[in-house]
């Protein structure tokens, strides 16, 4: 039987403290056999391709899905796992690497605000925004490239400056209607390490790794403090971070799952009601495709 996935359990409470120590990387399974894991799983998509629809449907609100994390956590596996069974016409996702020249004329929101989903669709950002207060702050030589007034550089509150760009633009896109539901997959440096090293041998998956994968382990600490300091100050009650435990994949996406049907559940969402006038016209092409069929018997 599976057990009950309270999902309230790994998400960062907004001003908290948080030191990704305390935070786990894998939690007791959710599923007691793979069949039982596939069982779940196929229950949440179908769970999520219902919603969808329904989301559609009532063309009110839109759902933004950010996912971040270290290399080889999963990103990849919990969107194709999750988002397999949804209508793809009704979702977008978008991948973020290195901004271009044209994105760094720009201040460091404007790239992913192109992207943004419409009403009624589900986006999905394999890294995003965050990426300026996770990548750039352990690479600070970074920034000489984004060609920053210098006052920015130099009053000392760079990161709480975009700390509270975040956080005011993830506030307006929820008073417009785009809900943020943000996750973070927690993976442990030593699944990290075993996960690269079965890239390395296995052929089919050297493309999915580079020298830099291995040599940003050495920054490990740095990073792990960047990301609890980002968690601590952008996960809001409108628009929160989950920590998801990600040393066991099929953990994780269940997790992730849930959390996404959970978040559209919150919304309350019914199928438009037609008008008393849209009911006479819905009547009115319904008695003429009756007849229609009478006449050609």
């Known amino acids: 039987m599976a057990k009950t996935i309270d999902i309230t359990r790994f998400r960062a409470k907004p001003g908290r403290r948080i030191d990704l120590k305390d935070w786990p990387t894998r939690v007791e399974s959710f599923y007691n056999s793979p ?24 063309d009110r609100y839109a759902l933004l ?32 690497k290195q901004p271009s020249h044209e994105d760094l004329d720009h201040d460091f929101l404007w790239r992913t605000s192109r ?6 669709r589900i ?3 394999n890294r995003s925004y965050y990426e300026e207060v996770l990548v750039v702050r352990v690479h600070q030589e970074i920034l000489g490239g984004e060609r920053l007034p210098k006052e920015v550089l130099d009053g000392g ?4 400056g975009r700390y509270r760009s975040i956080v005011e633009h993830e506030d307006h896109l929820h008073r417009n209607g785009t809900r943020v539901v943000k996750f973070y997959l927690h993976l442990s440096k030593e699944e990290q390490r075993r996960r690269l090293l079965a890239r390395l ?14 040599q940003e382990r050495a920054l490990w ?18 628009s929160p971070w989950y920590i998801v435990p990600a040393d066991d994949k099929r953990n994780a996406r269940l997790i992730v799952s849930r959390a996404i049907v959970a978040a559209v559940d919150a919304l309350k ?11 006479k016209k819905l009547r009115a092409m319904r008695s003429a495709l009756a007849n229609e069929g009478r006449a050609a018997k």
């Open 65 to 96: 899905l950010i996912f971040q994390a270290m290399d080889a956590a999963g990103k990849d596996g919990v969107i194709k796992h999750v988002m397999s069974g949804v209508n793809p016409q009704g979702t977008q996702v978008f991948s973020f």
């Open 115 to 120: 992207c943004l989903p419409e009403r009624g």
């Open 201 to 214: 041998d296995d052929p089919e998956k050297n493309w999915k790794i580079s020298p830099s994968d291995v």
């Open 157 to 160: 509150g760079l990161w709480k």
């Open 35 to 58: 069949h039982a894991y596939e069982k779940l799983l196929a229950k949440h998509v179908r769970q999520l391709d219902e919603r969808q629809a329904l989301l559609y449907a009532h």
């Open 269 to 279: 969402l019914r199928f438009p009601e037609p008008s008393e006038a849209e009911r």
């Open 221 to 238: 600490s740095d990073y792990m403090a960047a990301y609890a300091e980002c968690l601590r100050a952008t996960s809001t009650p409108r």
């Open 123 to 125: 986006g999905i950002f």
